[in-house]
Each structure stands twice: as C-alpha cells, then as structure tokens.
C-alpha cells in the first residue's frame, strides 16, 4: 500500500500537481479550443501562418473575421481599417482586393513574417478543411454579404466543420436556412437574450466573463439546452481555472498553445492522482 501511495504521489509531481476532481471534471468538460484570429499570440493574426500554427498545436477550431473588400471579395481581417495590422493606411472598404494584395500583413508583428498577406476567407477555409474546426465572426450583415459567406463555405469548406458566429436571431434563423449542417455560436450584445437565441437553434452561447457575477446567466444557458463558450487571452493556468468554476464546453485564446497544454496538465493531474 506504502508502494502505490509512493508511486502515486510521484506521478502528481510529474504532471504539476493533483488537482480536485471537480477542476479535472470541468476541464474534461472542454471539448473545443478555439484560437482566436488562429494563434494570435505567436503569429501575425488572421493570417494564413496564424491559422497553420493553431492547426500545428492542436486547437479544434479556429476563429476568423470576414469583411468585404471594395470590390465585393470576402477576406480575413479584424478591423474595419488597415492601419493597425498592416503597412497599410484607411478603410478596407476603400481598397480592391488587388490594392490589398500588395500590403503586408506580418511585419508589423515580426519581420520574420514579412510576407503573409491579408487571406481570403476561400484560402483560410481550403487551409483549414479537414483539419480543424472554423469560427466565422461575421463582421458585416446583409444578405448579399451573407450569401457570399455561404458560397464560400461550401465552396472551400466543410459546412459541417463550419461555426457561424450570429449576432441577432434572425441572422441565426437565417444562418439555419443557408447552411443546416453548420453549428452557431451566439455573440449576443446583451445577456438577456440567452433564450431567444437557443430557441432559435443556436447550438452555444457566449458570455462574457465581465457578466458574470454569479452563475445566474450560466444556469440560463443549462437551461435553456446550450452549451456554453467562454473567451480568455493568454491560456495561462489562473486563467483557465478561474474560467472552468463556470464548466464551459468551449474556451477561446490568443496562444491555443498553452491553453491546449494548461487543460491536459489538468486533465492528466486528476489521472495521476487516482
């Protein structure tokens, strides 16, 4: 008995440590690992090299944001201007897709990425089909816009591997429409929409942590028959525990790197301490 309590004790202090079994529970509970605009922490973000680097760490989704060039092309690329995350200057909406082609979109991170241009959402969905899940924050609305995404995805994509990120109701219902085999995400603007959302199909709910007091909203989300996915930044150990009191199914980083390795330490932590 004094053997195994040894053999036991030893294999917790190779992992870290023994952790409680709820916290070995909730990050079990986790089952997708998104990064955010790919693996933002260590590559120029929604680019290609970003996504290949998520990909490369084992993240089952990646999250992306689709805007519209000049000339109607649907492309990759958080802000609404090309300053901050390009050599760049003024609106994306004022450039072709041809004119955004000639701009970089990694030195600004680091030279060594001098290169990697602003991707097409086609580009970023043909990288990543059948490798890994995508997240499409869809920046812009409208039925023009959203008939592109749609024709993109099962164009490129993997409709079944796709997640739309819907920020009304009646853009899930209308999401529901266009592509029946797509999960949804629901990036509400208030939480007292929960129910209406979920009603609606959307499969997992988005909370922010600043929401959260309690867990009122967390129980609304159970209760009304979603998931729950819950954003963080740095995938750091304090991070992620302070997220799992919460059991989400669904956690976001900017490094999936460490988030993918913080919940195995976790995981593997409750296995040594059996």
């Known amino acids: 008995m004094l053997v195994r309590s040894i ?15 709820d916290t070995v529970a909730a990050a079990k509970r986790v089952t997708q690992t998104v990064a955010h605009r790919g693996a933002s922490a260590e590559r120029p973000e929604n680019t290609l090299a970003a996504m290949r680097r998520a990909i490369e760490v084992g993240a089952t989704a990646v999250e992306v944001d689709v805007r519209t060039t000049k000339d109607g092309r649907l492309v990759v690329l958080h802000d609404a201007t090309l300053d901050r995350t390009t050599d760049g200057e003024g609106a994306l909406g004022d450039a072709s897709f041809a004119e955004l082609r000639e701009v970089d979109a990694g030195s600004w991170f680091d030279g060594k990425y001098a290169g990697e241009r602003v991707p097409s959402l ?32 099962r164009e490129h994509g993997d409709e079944a591997r796709t997640i739309v990120g819907v920020r009304s109701v009646q853009q899930a219902k209308r999401v529901r429409e266009l592509l029946p085999k797509a999960r949804q995400l629901g990036l509400m603007a208030k939480p007292d929409e929960i129910e209406a959302y979920a009603a609606a199909g959307v499969e997992t709910i988005r909370l922010w942590p600043k929401w959260i007091e309690d867990d009122t909203l967390v129980k609304r989300v159970r209760q009304a028959g979603a998931k729950l996915h819950l954003n963080g930044t740095d995938g750091s150990r304090d991070e992620v525990l302070r997220l799992l009191r919460y059991g989400p199914d669904s956690l976001s980083s900017d490094d999936p790197a460490r988030l993918v390795k913080t919940l195995r330490d976790l995981r593997q932590a409750g296995a040594a301490s059996r």
């Open 122 to 153: 086609d580009e970023v969905l043909a990288q990543c089909k059948g490798r890994v899940d995508v997240l499409l924050d869809l920046k812009e609305d409208g039925s023009g816009f959203l008939g592109k995404v749609v024709a993109s995805v």
């Open 7 to 21: 053999i036991v004790l030893l294999a917790a202090v190779a992992v870290g440590r023994a952790e409680p079994a």
